[in-house]
Nanobody, 125 residues
Framework: QVQLVESGGGSVQAGGSLRLSCAASIYAYSSYCMAWFRQAPGKEREGVAHIYSDGSNTYYADSVKGRFTISQDNAKNTLYLQMNSLKPDDTAMYYC??????????????????WGQGTQVTVSS
């Protein structure tokens, strides 16, 4: 069973930065895809970014491209999302997700099998 635990959320002003972390038990395996999703109140869950287990195949949603960076530290069993130049529209619950596969699938919530509980990010104007 894969366990994912997010941390690092909080409240910041527009233009600020946050770094989310996801402690994951999946790093004992070799072929998987890790991703970040977010969900704002009243909206569907949206894919933010993904990264393959060997660090290749990173992908970003257009809404965060150039501002967010996904990375992972296999030695620390941790996935990160560095978020810079935050906007009020980035306000959401952020979720870490994972699936075992030989590549990263399209960034849709239905393509990921394991989920964390989420961490709240609030950006004020």
């Amino acid at each position: 069973q894969v366990q994912l635990v997010e941390s690092g959320g909080g409240s910041v002003q527009a233009g600020g930065s946050l770094r989310l972390s996801c402690a994951a038990s999946i790093y004992a395996y070799s072929s998987y895809c890790m991703a970040w999703f977010r969900q704002a109140p009243g909206k569907e869950r949206e894919g933010v970014a993904h990264i393959y287990s060997d660090g290749s195949n990173t992908y970003y949603a257009d809404s965060v491209k150039g501002r967010f960076t996904i990375s992972q530290d296999n030695a620390k069993n941790t996935l990160y999302l560095q978020m810079n130049s935050l906007k009020p529209d980035d306000t959401a619950m952020y979720y870490c997700a994972a699936r075992f596969w030989t590549f990263c699938p399209p960034l849709s919530s239905t393509n990921f099998h394991y989920w964390g509980q989420g961490t709240q990010v609030t950006v004020s104007s």
